[in-house]
């Protein structure tokens, strides 16, 4: 199956700051996701981005379909995006396979 | 606009038992899949449901099954529980006939076998 790898496995950050997330994954892909993980384990779709680039508010993601990779930025980090991130990809199939996620520190 | 919604949030059972699972997806999807998520991992698919039948499944033993209802709703089966099986059980819907819909997770059920 698909093979899908983030880095880094986690980051601390102070408010304010700026990150990047990346996803490599092993095979072109029909469907790419990226979805955050409270504290509390609550999983929210964040962007649905097989390809391109998009953005909502802070955050901003890129996929780069031909090299296989795909990057997810924070800007101006708050302690709300605290969690894991995790990136989901989904071949030729009905199923996402997800990495084993990026958790992210946000300290005041 | 109602999200999905998992019941029961929490529930402790003895090895060797069986458990049901419920899910309700949101409002206008059609399509339910099932998550297996331990602890530090990412999710692991089970398996998928569209028009009542079983889509596609994961690697993933037959104690492992489902059912879909007509409404739309899904039951996740398991029986014979290992403690193994302890982990956060998450459903999660979308629209069925558009292959790359995007998905939309409920706050997941916690199973922990004693």
């Known amino acids: 199956g698909i093979q899908v790898e983030q880095s880094p496995p986690d980051l601390i950050l102070q408010e304010g700051a700026n990150s990047t997330l990346r996803c490599n994954f092993s095979?072109?892909?029909?469907?790419l996701q990226w979805f955050h993980q409270n504290p509390w384990g609550q999983l929210i779709n964040l962007f649905y981005?097989?390809?391109g680039t998009k953005q909502n508010g802070r955050l901003s993601a890129t996929t780069v379909a031909t090299e296989r990779y795909s990057l997810l930025y924070i800007s101006s980090s708050q302690t709300t995006d605290s969690g894991v991130y995790f990136c989901?990809?989904?071949?030729?199939?009905?199923?996402?396979?997800f990495g084993a996620g990026t958790t992210v520190t946000v300290r005041a | 606009d109602a999200g999905v919604t998992q019941s029961p949030t929490h529930l402790i059972k003895t090895r060797g038992q069986q458990v049901t699972l419920r899910c309700s997806p949101k409002?206008?999807?059609?399509?339910v899949s099932w998550y297996q998520q331990a602890l530090g991992q990412g999710p692991q698919f089970i398996f998928q449901?569209?028009?009542?039948?079983?889509?596609q499944r994961g690697n993933f033993p037959d104690r492992f099954s489902g059912h879909q209802f007509p409404n739309y709703s899904s039951e996740l089966n398991v029986n014979a529980l290992l403690l193994g099986d302890s982990a956060l059980y998450l459903c999660?819907?979308?629209?069925?006939?558009?292959?790359?819909?995007?998905?939309?997770f409920g706050n997941g059920t916690r199973l922990t076998v004693t």
């Open positions: 999660a819907s979308s629209l069925g006939h558009l292959r790359n819909s995007p998905l939309h």
């Open positions: 449901y569209y028009e009542e039948e079983e889509r």
């Open positions: 409002s206008g999807h059609d399509t």
């Open positions: 095979d072109s892909v029909n469907n």
């Open positions: 989901a990809v989904d071949s030729n199939d009905y199923k996402l396979s």
């Open positions: 981005i097989p390809s």
